[in-house]
C-alpha cells in the first residue's frame, strides 16, 4: 500500500510564495509520474503541473512561469514551488502519483491542502 501526504498550505497575501510538499510512503520502489491539481470552490479540478519519469514537465497556462514542480527521489518526495501567487489561485490543492512498487503501478491522491491568497 502506499500513501501520499501533502503539507505546506496555508494562507498567504498576493505576491507571496509557498512550497507544497508529497510524501509517497509505504511499498514505493520508484514515482513514475508525479502531478499536481487544485480545486476551486464550485469548480472541476484541474491539473496545475505534471512530469513524467523523462524530462517532460507541463505546466497549466495559468501558472507558467510562476509555479514550479520538482522532486527529490531518495526522499520519494515532489514539491510545488508557488511563487508571485495570485487570488485566483485560492483552491484546494492535491497531488497526484503513478508509483510502481515493484509488481504493479498505482495511481494514488494526498489528501488536499488548502492554499487560500488573499489581502
Known amino acids: 500500500q502506499v500513501q501520499l501526504a501533502e503539507s505546506g498550505g496555508g494562507l498567504v497575501e498576493p505576491g507571496g510564495s509557498l512550497r507544497l510538499s508529497c510524501a509517497a510512503s509505504?511499498?514505493?520502489?520508484?514515482?513514475?509520474?508525479m502531478a499536481w491539481y487544485r480545486q476551486a470552490p464550485g469548480k472541476e479540478r484541474e491539473l496545475v503541473a505534471a512530469?513524467?519519469?523523462?524530462?517532460?514537465?507541463n505546466y497549466s497556462d495559468s501558472v507558467k512561469g510562476r509555479f514550479t514542480i520538482t522532486r527529490d527521489n531518495a526522499k520519494n518526495t515532489f514539491y510545488l514551488q508557488m511563487n508571485s501567487l495570485k487570488l485566483e489561485d485560492t483552491a484546494v490543492y492535491y497531488c497526484?502519483?503513478?508509483?510502481?512498487?515493484?509488481?504493479?503501478?498505482?495511481?494514488?491522491w494526498g489528501q488536499g491542502t488548502q492554499v487560500t491568497v488573499t489581502s
Open positions: 497526484n502519483a503513478a508509483v510502481f512498487t515493484g509488481t504493479i503501478t498505482g495511481i494514488y
Open positions: 509505504g511499498s514505493v520502489l520508484s514515482i513514475n509520474r
Open positions: 512530469s513524467g519519469s523523462g524530462s517532460s514537465i
